[in-house]
């Protein structure tokens, strides 16, 4: 498909419980928290070469909220240093992206080596890569992305979780396997979804803040009834909100190039 046009709407919210938000999000290298943005690009103001991302800090004191910053600045850096054409080939483009997050990962790790109140901190990440008119997304954790179409939500992203592995969704679904920082090795899943898109398809990025609250169905009934990041984040806020919660929708206007 080719992308004519991004709606975007986002939100970065500490919740209904928690006093300090860990939670960050990157509209192409707009970084914000305890905010929300409405957005909408289109080819004769950019390039299609964008990158949106979500990441979700964890660690004591205040490390989760550096930890995110960290992960989000550096990855915007990455994106923005891509040579020329780089998008045909997946390979060669996964590998700038898993090499550059596995320097992240060690920078953390130092940091928390460096100041013992930054031990173990670390975060998630789930980000979309608009490149070329090509769609990837990349991820470390449980922070996910989901296609909404006609109704219909559609997980994309796979879970870096006990519970994936146990396929217990419901279950231990706070214990992480993978991060970026906070443990002793990272990984990347990075995937082109160019193919999966059409006109009018939604994608959701979020915090585990939402999907530990709101099943896959309460999301979509939700979406639904009013296709709208803050309607999303207070519904979760009522049901719990025990977690800071980060939304991003992107509605994505194209035309197919068949």
């Known amino acids: 498909m080719l992308i004519k046009k991004i709606i975007i709407d986002a939100i970065c919210d500490v919740g209904a419980v928690r006093k300090n938000n860990e939670d960050m999000v990157s ?13 909408t690009l289109e080819p004769n103001e950019f390039d299609i070469n964008i990158l949106i991302a ?3 800090g964890m660690g004591g004191h205040n490390a989760g909220e550096i930890a995110s910053e960290i992960v989000l600045t550096d990855l915007h850096k990455v994106k923005e240093e891509l040579p020329p054409d780089v998008s045909d080939d997946v390979d060669s483009l996964k590998t700038i992206f898993e090499n550059a997050l596995k320097e ?13 109140s930054k031990l173990g901190m670390g ?20 922070s996910r992305l989901y296609r909404y179409r006609r109704g219909m939500l559609k997980q994309l992203s796979r879970d870096h979780s006990l519970a994936e592995l146990l396929g217990d ?19 990347i899943d990075f995937i082109e979804i160019t193919k999966s898109l059409i006109d009018d398809d939604v994608l959701l990025l979020c915090s585990d803040g939402l ?11 939700t ?26 929708l992107l509605k994505l206007n194209g035309e197919s190039e068949d």
Request: include cysteine; proline fraction near 0%; charged fraction near 25%.
């Open 123 to 142: 975060a998630t990440l789930i980000a979309v890569l608009f490149l070329d008119n090509k769609a990837f997304y990349l991820s470390a954790g449980d």
């Open 169 to 187: 969704e419901r279950s231990s679904s706070h214990i992480i396997l993978n991060s970026v920082g906070g443990g002793e090795t990272v990984f």
């Open 27 to 39: 509209l192409d290298g707009l970084i914000f928290r305890d905010n929300g943005f409405q957005l």
């Open 211 to 221: 999907t530990d609250v709101l099943t896959d169905e309460e999301i979509e009934t």
């Open 223 to 248: 979406l639904t009834a009013n296709l709208n990041a803050v309607e999303l984040c207070n519904k979760t806020k009522a049901t719990s909100g025990k977690d800071n919660i980060s939304i991003v």
């Open 54 to 56: 979500v990441s979700d």
């Open 104 to 116: 992240t990962h060690q920078k953390l790790l130092d940091e928390g080596k460096r100041d013992s």
